[in-house]
């Protein structure tokens, strides 16, 4: 037993010692995990914080009560209604003469009116309101998929600022690295001021657009920021290889998936069904309504007595001083408008993404000339620093060979992220909000 004891004993801090640290990796894992903004949770909190998006959404919902207010015309419209005079003249009747008398009175009552046929006006004005209804709803997608493509390219800007601050510091300590190597060869006499100047005047430029980048980075991250409202913490990582996004696609198929998906062209379609609707309302107006009536009053005057009614009646307009008319060729033109804009906006759309998809192959091609010329860049830098130490190079070449690399560099980046915001404007004229 005593054994036994002791075994457990040994066994049980080593227990503990392996559960703490297990929970200590968990901890580090979760902290680490935690430390990355992706690009996925920058769109959600946007879409969830950011005040143009929330607008959005009250204009849908007041669109909507746009329609419940029209639809009401087909409900009864109930009234009460009360009048008192404090006098009156009331003319009576006696032996063939009148007579008048000064006295108070009063009237109180209900009437009532309900639609009976108005020949589809309110039902075209109706179908009009609904229209606009799934127009803001369109409005709400199309807002949110801008908003995407927003936050895409902050995001993405943000990447490539971190890369180029990356590019700038090894390009600094390369000019730190020559000024140091020309004093040490200045000294033994075998260079001049000449070029330990010109190595210092470098590495000061190459400080300054260090500063530059990360000030870019900084009002990159601070707008991403804004939109998301939330603080972006300093720590906070990013994924650096979202910029590197391949695309296939055949013309034709993304040319038929954007003009069916278009949030713009569906739009302009609804306005085309909508000024029709609008044109229907219009040419109804002309026969008027047929309307049940119905009214009960409490009156005391003379005398004191009840009065009810119930009819039906038919009201005509006959002239409204042109309007009618006006609007009905309103409507009309309208509906020609709605069709030019639409048939506009797909010869835009169409251009748009023919230059997107050249762009993109020519993108690739860039990279590819890129990624060749920093390899190139980097063997001739090394050549060139070896005879520089040789006293067969000079400074002139020294400098341009780095020079050449961190064009490479800064150009390659600069293809990366106009690529990748290619795509994602194929992407919303595609309609995607994600």
């Not at 004005?125 to 998929?145: G, M, R």
């Not at 009201?315 to 408008?337: D, M, R, S, T, W």
């Not at 192959?361 to 000339?369: G, L, N, P, Q, V």
Request: glycine content about 4%; charged content about 25%; hydrophobic content about 40%.
């Amino acid at each position: 037993m005593l054994m036994y004891a002791k075994y457990n004993n040994a066994i049980i801090p080593q227990r503990i010692k392996m559960k703490k640290s297990l929970l200590l990796f968990v901890l580090l894992f979760s902290c680490s995990y935690a430390q990355t903004l992706s690009l996925q949770e920058s769109i959600d909190k946007t879409l969830l914080n950011n005040p143009d998006i929330k607008s959005f959404i009250l204009k849908t919902e007041q669109s909507k009560k746009s329609t419940d207010v029209v639809s009401a015309d087909y409900l009864p419209q109930v009234n009460l209604q009360a009048q008192y005079d404090i006098t009156q003249t009331y003319v009576l009747p006696s032996s063939g003469a009148f007579n008048t008398k000064q006295k108070d009175g009063w009237i109180a009552g209900a009437s009532l009116k309900q639609k009976l046929w108005d020949f589809e006006k309110t039902s075209s004005k109706v179908n009009a309101f609904k229209i606009d209804e799934n127009i803001a709803a369109l409005s709400f997608e199309d807002s949110k998929a801008l908003m995407v493509y927003k936050i895409k390219s902050l995001y993405k800007l943000i990447v490539v600022q971190q890369e180029a601050i990356e590019v700038h510091k090894k390009d600094l300590e390369s000019k730190n690295a020559y000024y140091e190597q020309a004093k040490a060869l200045e000294a033994q006499g075998l260079r001049t001021k000449a070029d330990s100047s010109r190595f210092l005047s470098a590495y000061y430029l190459s400080q300054e657009n260090l500063a530059i980048a990360k000030a870019s980075y900084d009002k990159a991250k601070n707008s991403l920021s804004l939109y998301m409202g939330e603080k972006i913490e300093n720590n906070i990582s990013f994924e650096s290889d979202i910029i590197k996004k391949s695309y296939i696609f055949e013309d034709a198929l993304n040319e038929e998936e954007i003009l069916a998906n278009n949030s713009q062209l569906k739009i302009d379609a609804l306005n085309i069904n909508k000024n029709q609707e609008l044109y229907k309302f219009a040419k109804a107006s002309h026969y008027g309504s047929i309307d049940v009536v119905a009214s009960y009053n409490r009156i005391d005057t003379l005398n004191e007595y009840n009065s009810s009614a119930l009819g039906v009646v038919y009201v005509l307009p006959l002239y409204a001083g042109g309007k009618i008319e006006a609007e009905a060729e309103k409507a009309q033109i309208g509906i020609q408008v709605a069709k030019e804009q639409k048939e506009s906006k797909t010869i835009a759309i169409k251009e748009e993404l023919s230059n997107l998809i050249i762009d993109i192959s020519r993108y690739d091609k860039t990279i590819s000339a890129k990624e060749a010329q920093l390899l190139w860049a980097n063997e001739t830098k090394d050549v060139l620093q070896g005879r520089y130490k040789e006293g067969l190079s000079t400074y002139v070449e020294v400098l341009d060979a780095q020079a050449l690399i961190l064009s490479s560099q800064l150009g390659l980046l600069e293809s990366y992220y106009a690529k990748s915001m290619a795509i994602d404007q194929v992407d919303y004229l595609k309609g995607k909000t994600q």
